[in-house]
């Protein structure tokens, strides 16, 4: 069956998800020419108008609309390319912040209506305050930092970080695709992470496609946001934004501060001498984060001038980025990262005590099976 559709809504949806009519064609296994055609005449089958929308992953009924809809970021765009705001979101990042907005939804009811109580610390060091004040904050109410950890490595490190911030109240996702899908693969130099800020169920995103060298730094950045009562969206690349970007700037100086307090550094490399190299080895080792906090904190000290840290910043991140990608894993393993473990232990409890409907949470656990469902809370410890 062949319908109408406004030409210029074919080709919006093609243009949102990043693709030429040369890829799209490809993804569709018609011709460009075809293409070309349903843009210009807006004359497309029924079951072609359903694959466009799965392809471009767009939701069918915006195929129908009068006007392509004005997708806008539920959040603030704090990202940036070089001094540029970024541009348009793909179809991954804002479908990954609404599936995040919706468990958290989700989870601040559930909260409430397990009478929890609202979060003091969330926006009680707003943009402005004390850096050194704020990232004491943070350290004090987690009672952790990275060099407290014990792991060997920073994927250990990560989980242990995440485990602290989870119990000090806070959701933690740490995701690389969108839900399930493992061909919608979330790209780090789009986003790296996000903070939405909510007195009963604040939620921090870090990209799990980064590397993990970047996402220590991006967890704290984002616990900053928390802090200062900020959602936003970020790209952090050069941690040294200008003071302008001033939530940026804050949560930046922020993370550096709680991850490696100055004071202490300075006093560290006292001791410490011979090759640049392995100083900053050695004081990665100490701190349990990567060789681009420890070369910011350098520069922060006075140790390091700016161009030669934005020489040697650059450097290691094309380092990281040449390293091989870890596979996928274990899905179970690694289900209670791309969720959150604090959210999906709360979602099965009330789901096998009759308080959630299974249809909403596999609907919010982006599950289609019981027989998922029931292993994943196996996995979790619960007796099904």
């Given amino acids: 069956m062949t319908i109408d559709i406004q030409p210029r809504l074919l080709q919006w949806a093609r243009e949102r998800a990043g693709l030429t009519g040369e890829t799209l064609a490809e993804k569709m296994g018609v011709s460009v020419e075809k293409v070309a055609a349903w843009?210009?005449?807006?004359?497309?089958?029924?079951?072609?108008?359903?694959?466009?929308?799965?392809?471009?992953?767009?939701?069918?009924g915006y195929l129908f609309l009068s006007e392509s809809p004005d997708e806008r970021l539920p959040i603030p765009d704090l990202r940036t390319v070089g001094s540029v705001a970024a541009g348009r979101p793909s179809p991954d990042l804002l479908d990954v912040i609404y599936q995040s907005q919706r468990r958290q939804e989700w989870f601040r009811e559930y909260q409430i209506a397990e009478d929890g109580a609202e979060l003091e610390f969330v926006g009680s060091k707003p943009v402005g305050s004390s850096v050194k004040a704020a990232a004491s904050a943070i350290r004090k109410r987690l009672s952790f930092r990275p060099s407290d950890s014990k792991e060997t490595s920073l994927d250990g490190v990560l989980r242990d970080f995440a485990e602290a911030i989870e119990a000090a109240g806070i959701l933690v996702v740490r995701a690389g695709i969108v839900g399930n899908n493992t061909r919608r693969i979330?790209?780090?130099q789009e986003f790296r992470g996000f903070a939405l800020v909510d007195a009963f169920a604040p939620l921090v995103f870090v990209n799990a496609a980064d590397?993990?060298?970047?996402?220590?730094?991006?967890?704290?950045?984002?616990?900053a946001h928390v802090w200062a009562g900020e959602s936003a969206l970020s790209n952090l690349e050069n941690t040294l934004v200008s003071e302008q970007q001033r939530v940026e700037w804050f949560c930046n100086a922020v993370a550096a501060e709680y991850l490696v307090p100055l004071e202490e550094l300075r006093a560290r490399l006292q001791n410490l001498h011979g090759d640049p190299t392995q100083v900053v080895e050695d004081l990665r080792r100490r701190y349990r984060v990567s060789e681009l906090v420890i070369i910011r904190r350098l520069f922060d000290a006075g140790v390091i001038p700016?161009?030669?840290f934005k020489q040697w910043y650059q450097e290691r991140i094309d380092t990281y980025r040449h390293q091989p990608?870890?596979?996928?894993?274990?899905?179970?393993?690694?289900?209670?990262?791309?969720?959150?473990?604090r959210f999906a232990s709360a979602l099965i409890a009330s789901t096998l005590e009759g308080k959630t409907l299974f249809r909403d949470a596999m609907s919010l656990l982006d599950m289609k099976k019981t027989a998922?469902?029931?292993?994943?809370a196996r996995t979790l410890k619960f007796s099904i």
């Fill in 186 to 188: 979330l790209n780090p």
């Fill in 211 to 223: 590397f993990k060298a970047a996402q220590i730094f991006t967890l704290a950045h984002e616990l």
């Fill in 325 to 341: 990608k870890s596979s996928g894993g274990d899905f179970y393993k690694n289900q209670p990262n791309k969720v959150g473990r």
């Fill in 306 to 308: 700016a161009t030669e």
């Fill in 39 to 60: 843009e210009q005449y807006g004359r497309i089958t029924y079951r072609q108008a359903e694959k466009l929308a799965g392809v471009t992953h767009t939701a069918f």
């Fill in 372 to 376: 998922t469902f029931q292993e994943f």
